[in-house]
């Protein structure tokens, strides 16, 4: 891990995904940005209460972050990864009740019977924090498929923290997604053991009983608001990147329907009222590339609050969506001149992001603030 100790210049292009703000459309981003440190190809990253962070990197490191970043030791007791393309340690986020248990999930991509797939892992964090212990695997995704792509793989608490949400990619196979015995292509509510959880709504209707929405392509974000709604958004195929919020039951439609088109050209029908399928909020097309998912809480911002950030790849962009209660759309669209993989809120509110370290991204961690 490279550490960097600087103010990146604050003066770049920003562009607006509906309409650009005055100082927007004069080149001005509206926070300064920090670089804090710089990874191996990061992927995600969570606080501990005392500021502290821990980062996942794709090739299987969990790393333990001092609150200023000048420190970073490698945390061990993680398990085998399978890194080959979109694969790696993937998300890593908190028990509800860390502060009694020391509780990390996290999950990560692994070679097993049949090909490949998405497992959830969770360890004791040691009162040093150097080791995860009495690591184990609570639940994997099925069926184990070929290829490398679409894990998804990302960790939501329920708001009451009695419920663990889990997303699992359709693994670039198209069909899993709407298939009501397979876990891919769907998001899942789990026990905190990893067990479906019990109440789920299609599991009497001959569902896998851990399902609570299908029809999903590669979910890479998941995120609950102050009032309990669970938002999603995901990759779609060529454009038709989307905001979904979550409704238990509900299938969002993915192969049969979509924004957007198949790579090879072949048409996928558009949403349209009366499908019988959930809509996204908010769709892209062209692709936004939708990395991680955060929705702000913070004082630092105060005219954000409640609204959904969004780290862009391939638009290597940082996404505001304003949120209003169960309705979405388009905010800010700011260039950040590099791939943007995970948004977090830290301690005090202000806006951390992590670049992927790929095609010319260098994996930096990044703070975001108020102009002073």
């Excluded at 309409?19 to 995600?44: C, I, K, M, Y």
């Amino acid at each position: 891990m490279r550490l960097l100790y600087l103010s990146l210049p604050i003066a770049l292009i920003a562009c607006s995904a509906n309409q650009a703000t005055p100082a927007a459309a004069r080149g001005e981003l509206p926070f300064a940005r920090t670089v804090v440190a710089d990874f191996d190809s990061p992927w995600a990253m969570t606080f501990l209460p005392d500021g502290r962070m821990l980062v996942t990197e794709k090739a299987g490191q969990l790393k333990l972050v001092s609150a200023d970043g000048k420190q970073a030791t490698t945390v061990t007791g993680t398990l085998p990864v399978d890194s080959a393309g979109q694969g790696g340690l993937m998300d890593v986020v908190l028990s509800p009740g860390f502060a009694q248990d020391r509780l990390v999930y996290f999950s990560f991509s692994e070679a097993g019977p049949g090909g490949k797939g998405v497992a959830l892992a969770r360890g004791k964090l040691a009162t040093d924090a150097g080791q995860l212990e009495d690591v184990a695997v609570i639940f994997r995704a099925h069926p184990y498929v070929e290829g490398d792509g679409h894990y998804s793989g990302r960790i939501a608490f329920s708001s009451d923290g009695q419920y663990l949400f889990f997303t699992n990619g359709e693994r670039q196979k198209f069909d899993p997604a709407q298939d009501p015995r397979a876990t891919l292509g769907k998001v899942l509510r789990l026990t905190l053991d990893g067990k479906p959880a019990p109440g789920n709504p299609l599991a009497a209707q001959g569902f896998d009983p851990a399902i609570w929405s299908y029809g999903h392509r590669n979910l890479l974000g998941i995120a609950f608001d102050s009032t309990g709604n669970l938002w999603e958004q995901e990759m779609g195929p060529k454009g038709g990147d989307e905001v979904n919020l979550i409704v238990a039951g509900k299938n969002y439609g993915y192969p049969k329907v979509s924004n957007g088109s198949h790579y090879d050209g072949r048409d996928i029908p558009d949403h349209k009222p009366g499908d019988g399928f959930e809509a996204p909020k908010v769709w892209w097309n062209p692709s936004i590339s939708p990395g991680g998912l955060m929705i702000y809480s913070g004082d630092l911002f105060p005219a954000w609050k409640g609204d959904a950030f969004i780290g862009g790849l391939s638009s290597r962009a940082l996404l505001r969506v304003d949120l209003d209660g169960t309705n979405a759309k388009k905010g800010d669209q700011w260039d950040m001149g590099a791939r943007i993989r995970e948004v977090e809120q830290g301690p005090d509110g202000a806006i951390w992001m992590l670049e992927d370290g790929s095609d010319g991204s260098q994996g930096r961690l990044i703070k975001l603030t108020p102009k002073s």
